[in-house]
């Protein structure tokens, strides 16, 4: 299977904590992208890391990528009641011209007030 | 800018009937895709389209999906029949290419929920 496995598959956190998921994948990758849906919206961009780099910023969110174990993970510091949506890891086959996109069934984050 | 944009959001029809979307990309963008995501599932691909070109439909059910992009602006996909297990939210999304650098961010439409009972 080309896609990633996030875990937890749903988590529950107080506001101002910190909410970290997971994803796991089995394949070689160019890239790795994390997802937000929004109930009743579309997917919307995190943040994309490649596969030579190790960990990436931005404001809030924390994502680190470790080729060796294959996996990548997700943090959300000082979390809000807005950040509750399901979070999805996506992966870019390595090799890809195609710009296919291979989504895992997504972390659930529940961010309570 | 404008996003990408979908009609009709919401759609209930009975098995065995027909159904099109329709899916407007940002302008300018020349890779346009349409993902089927089931309740509870992340988003698969269902095709690819690069400008008005067919690049990947290997996930695409032809016996009863087709979709096409006409002009290589908008895109309509069409169910035809429908079954009970094509009840999912169908997401378009689209980016400025489909090579491997980050700058072809694929931006996603707020998607149809389809209903088929």
């Known amino acids: 299977s080309q896609q990633g496995e996030e875990d937890p598959q749903a988590l529950s956190i107080q506001e101002g904590e910190n909410a970290t998921m997971n994803c796991s994948y089995k394949?070689?990758?160019?890239?790795l992208q994390w997802y937000r849906q929004n109930s009743g919206r579309g997917l919307v961009h995190l943040i994309l890391i490649r596969s030579n780099e190790r960990e990436k910023h931005s404001g809030r969110l924390r994502v680190t990528l470790d080729t060796s174990k294959k996996s990548s993970s997700l943090l959300i510091t000082a979390s809000r009641a807005a950040d509750t949506a399901s979070y999805f890891c996506a992966l870019r086959g390595r090799g890809s011209t195609l710009g296919r996109l291979y989504f895992g069934r997504g972390t659930q984050l529940t961010v309570w007030p | 800018e404008a996003g990408v944009a979908q009609s009709p959001r919401y759609k209930i029809i009975e098995k065995r009937q027909s159904v099109a979307f329709w899916c407007n990309p940002i302008s300018g963008h020349a890779t346009l895709y349409w993902y089927q995501q089931i309740l509870g599932q992340g988003p698969k691909l269902l095709i690819q389209f690069q400008n008005n070109g067919v690049v990947d439909d290997s996930q695409l059910p032809k016996d009863r999906f087709s979709a096409e992009r006409l002009k290589g602006v908008d895109s309509t996909l069409k169910i035809q029949p429908a079954k009970l297990e094509d009840s999912a939210v169908y997401l378009c999304?689209?980016?400025?290419?489909?090579?491997?650098?980050?700058?072809?961010?694929?931006?996603f439409g707020p998607g149809t929920r389809l209903t088929v009972l």
């Open positions: 394949t070689s990758i160019n890239n």
């Open positions: 999304a689209s980016s400025l290419g489909a090579g491997g650098g980050p700058y072809n961010e694929q931006f």
